[in-house]
C-alpha cells in the first residue's frame, strides 16, 4: 500500500515515462539494467517505489501498459491513476543479476540525500551488491554529487573495481592503480581473479603492484587484531590474577578454589540478568550489567570470607594442605554449581551498549565487550591500588603482610584483617567472572580454564608485586595470541609454558622482586 500510495502521489509530476517504465519491466537484462541505470542516474520521480515493486513482484505487464498491483489495488506505474488489473496481465521475472541491479539502483538513489548517514548506508549497501560495468552511470552519478571526502574515497575504489574488468587496456590500467590504495579482502579476491586472467603485461604488472600494497595493508591490520586480541585476554587474565595476587602474593595462600570463586562471580552475573528479565521492564535489561558488578563482588567475597573462616585460617603457614583443601572446595564449589543451575553452560546475553564494535580497518573490528574488558580491568586495578596504598585496610594488609607479630602488638586483628584480605580477593575474582561471562560461556568448569594462566601470571610478575602482575598479564596475553597465530593453539601453550620455567630458573623473584622485611621472611 505504502507503494502504491508513493506512486499516486507522484501521478502529477509523471513518475516515469511509459517507454522507461516497459524498458526497465520487460527485454533482455542487460537492456534492463542499462534503462534501470539511466533512470537512476538521471533522478527521475517515482523511480524508487517502482524499483521497490519489482523486488517484491508486484509489477505486471499488458502490451500497452505497465502495472503495480499490491493484491487489492491496481495503479499504472508511468500515470500514477488507479485502474484496473486485466486479465492476461503478466507478471514480471527477475532473476538474481536484475535483483542485484534493483538493489543497486535502490542504493544509489539514497546517495542522494542530504542527510550523511543515510549515504553512508547507501554505500555500505552498494558495496555488498555485486556490481557490472552497466552500472557505471549510477556511481557516476553519486561521484558527482558527494562531498564527503570518505565516502567519495570508497565510491571510486567502487567504480575502479568495475572498471577492471573493462576491455579497455587503458581504464583497466588506471583502475589497477586506483585499487592499490585500498584495504578490502574484496579487492584482494578481486585483484586475484583479475590478474590470473589478465593478458596485458603492463595491466599484470599493475595489478600485482596493486595486489602486494593491499595484501600489506591487510597483514597491518591482522597484526593489530591480534595485538587486541592479545591486549583482552591479557587484560582478562589481568582480572583474574588480581585476586590471586592478594591470597597467594601477599597472604600465601595457594587456593586452587580462586578459578571457582570467579565461576560464582559469573553466575551471580547470569541471576542478575534473569531478575532484570523476569521483574523489571524490558527497558532496563542493558544495566543489568551495572548492577551485576556490585552483586558479583559481594557474593564471591561473601563465599570467600566464608572459606577463610571455616578452612584456610587453620591451614596458614602449610601450603600443602592449603592446596589440597582448596582444591577439594573447588570440586564441591563446581558440583555445587552443577546441583543448582545444571551441568550445560547458561546463557549470559550482552546488552545493547556492549554489542557491536569499532571498524579501524576492513578486517580489524574492536568489539564493544573486549574495549569495555580492557577498560573495566585498569578500573578494577586502580581501585585495588588506590586500597592497599591509601586506605586503612590496605595499612593493615600491607603490615600483616610484612611482619604479622609486629603488626599485632600494635593493636592489629590480624585475624579480621586476613579474613578481609581474602574476601577481597576473592570478591576480585567474581569481578572477573563478571567480565568473562560477556566474552565466553558461562559453565562449571570456567574457573579451571584460567587457573594455571593465573598464577603463571602472579610468579612471572613477582609475587605480591601489581606492577609486575599488569606487566606479566599483558605481555603474557599477547605473546599468546602471537604465539598462536604462528604455531597454533597448542604449541603456543606449550612455548609459553617453557619460556616462563626458564625465565623462572633465571630470575625465581620475578620480574619485580619484593622490598622489604616481607623479602627478608
Known amino acids: 500500500m505504502l507503494l502504491l500510495a508513493g506512486l499516486l502521489l507522484l501521478g502529477a509530476a509523471q513518475a516515469l515515462t511509459p517507454e522507461r517504465a516497459r524498458a526497465i519491466a520487460s527485454g533482455d537484462t542487460d537492456a534492463r539494467i542499462a534503462a534501470l541505470s539511466e533512470a537512476a542516474a538521471q533522478g527521475e520521480a517515482g523511480l524508487a517505489a517502482f524499483v521497490q515493486a519489482l523486488l517484491e513482484d508486484g509489477v505486471k505487464l499488458t502490451p500497452t501498459q505497465v502495472l503495480v498491483f499490491d493484491g487489492e489495488k491496481t495503479v499504472d506505474a508511468a500515470t500514477g491513476q488507479v485502474t484496473t488489473l486485466p486479465e492476461g496481465a503478466e507478471d514480471v521475472v527477475n532473476n538474481n543479476r536484475m535483483r542485484g541491479a534493483l538493489q543497486a539502483a535502490l542504493a544509489a538513489l539514497k546517495l542522494r540525500s542530504p542527510e550523511l548517514a543515510q549515504r553512508r ?33 570508497r565510491l571510486e575504489l ?22 592499490a590504495a585500498s584495504g578490502e579482502p574484496a579487492v584482494k579476491s578481486l585483484l586475484l581473479e583479475r590478474l590470473a586472467a589478465e593478458g596485458d603485461a603492463e595491466v599484470k604488472s599493475a595489478l600485482a603492484q596493486a595486489l602486494t600494497a593491499v595484501e600489506r595493508r591487510l597483514a597491518w591490520g591482522e597484526r593489530l587484531g591480534l595485538v587486541f586480541t592479545g591486549l583482552s585476554l591479557g587484560s582478562i ?100 554449581v552443577r546441583s543448582l543451575f545444571g551441568a550445560q553452560n547458561v546463557p549470559v546475553e550482552n546488552p545493547g551498549w556492549l554489542s557491536g564494535g569499532v571498524a579501524l580497518m576492513s578486517n580489524l573490528t574492536l568489539p564493544y565487550n573486549r574495549i569495555a574488558i580492557i577498560v573495566f580491568a585498569f578500573a578494577v586495578l586502580a581501585g585495588v591500588a588506590l586500597l592497599i596504598a591509601r586506605t586503612r585496610l590496605g595499612l593493615f594488609v600491607r603490615g600483616v603482610t610484612q611482619n604479622r607479630r609486629m603488626a599485632a602488638c600494635v593493636g592489629v586483628n590480624t585475624a579480621r584483617t586476613d579474613t578481609y584480605a581474602f574476601a577481597l580477593g576473592a ?61 597454533g593453539a597448542v604449541l603456543a601453550k606449550i612455548m609459553v609454558l617453557v619460556f616462563i620455567v626458564v625465565f623462572i630458573q633465571k630470575r625465581p623473584q620475578g620480574l619485580f622482586a619484593m622490598k622489604g622485611r616481607s623479602a627478608e621472611a
Open 237 to 336: 587474565l589481568l582480572l583474574v590474577a588480581l585476586g590471586l595476587a592478594i591470597s597467594y602474593g601477599l597472604m600465601g595462600v595457594i587456593n586452587m578454589a580462586h578459578g571457582e570463586l570467579m565461576m560464582v562471580g559469573a553466575y551471580a552475573t547470569y541471576v542478575v540478568q534473569n531478575l532484570f528479565r523476569a521483574h523489571l521492564p524490558a527497558a532496563w535489561f542493558d544495566a543489568y550489567v551495572l548492577a551485576a558488578v556490585p552483586v558479583s563482588f559481594l557474593v564471591a567475597a561473601g563465599v570467600g570470607a566464608v572459606l577463610e573462616r571455616s578452612v584456610i585460617r587453620w591451614l596458614y603457614g602449610r601450603p600443602l594442605e592449603t592446596l589440597l583443601a582448596t582444591w577439594g572446595i573447588s570440586l564441591v564449589l563446581m558440583q555445587a
Open 158 to 179: 567502487m567504480r575502479a573495481a568495475l572498471v577492471i574488468a573493462s576491455p579497455d587496456a587503458a581504464k583497466r590500467l588506471a583502475a589497477a592503480r586506483q585499487l
Open 427 to 487: 570478591g576480585i575474582a567474581g569481578l572477573a567472572g563478571c567480565a568473562l561471562s560477556q566474552v565466553g560461556n558461562v559453565g562449571p568448569d570456567l574457573g579451571q580454564n584460567y587457573i594455571v594462566d593465573s598464577f603463571m601470571v602472579v610468579v612471572l610478575g613477582g609475587v605480591g608485586q601489581l606492577a609486575g602482575t599488569v606487566i606479566a598479564a599483558l605481555g603474557l596475553g599477547v605473546l599468546n595470541k602471537l604465539l598462536e597465530d604462528w604455531a
Open 121 to 153: 548506508e547507501a554505500v555500505a549497501e552498494l558495496a555488498k551488491q555485486s556490481l557490472d560495468e552497466a552500472q557505471l552511470p549510477l556511481l557516476d552519478q553519486a561521484l558527482a554529487t558527494e562531498r564527503d571526502a570518505g565516502l567519495k574515497a
